[in-house]
């Protein structure tokens, strides 16, 4: 069971897209540790700097009360590898299937079996690939998408 209240909670986002760069913005408004990865060089810590700035407008409208401290709890990290300790890796990456196959492979290596791995996949049915995805214990991977399959 997935105990988000735990002091090490620690999740991640892998893709520093628009998607992405929300998602990890909404984990550390909620208190969780939160890294963030992406492939391309920069682009994690562009979506830091956007994080930062949506944050400053949201503390001008009095929706939050510290961004700076918001801001803090997302870590950018170099590699998947770092990604390791997570407790919830929420996938947020291109809409290739090819690429979200690979992605999960990758992680399902590098991850406990406890983890939970999710998918904010828009476009692609969860079907087509989560089948795939080797034994995750007792947290499957799950999908979590804006459309309806």
Request: positive net charge; glycine residues 6%.
């Amino acid at each position: 069971m997935l105990d988000v209240s735990r002091s090490d909670f620690t999740a991640a986002v892998a893709g520093a897209g628009t998607m992405g760069r929300g998602i990890a913005q909404v984990l550390a408004q909620s208190g969780a540790r939160t890294l963030l990865y992406d492939a391309q060089p920069g682009a994690a810590q562009r979506a830091i700097d956007s994080i930062s700035q949506a944050l400053a407008r949201l503390a001008e409208k009095g929706r939050v009360k510290d961004p700076h401290a918001i801001v803090k709890r997302i870590e950018v990290v170099p590699g998947m590898q770092a990604l390791a300790p997570c407790h919830l890796v929420v996938e947020a990456i291109v809409e290739d299937l090819t690429a979200k196959r690979l992605l999960f492979s990758e992680l399902e290596d590098i991850v406990s079996e406890d983890c939970i791995l999710a998918s904010n996949t828009s476009s692609l049915s969860s079907l087509q690939w989560l089948p795939r995805a080797r034994n995750r214990g007792a947290s499957p991977a799950i999908t979590s998408s804006t459309r309806c399959r």
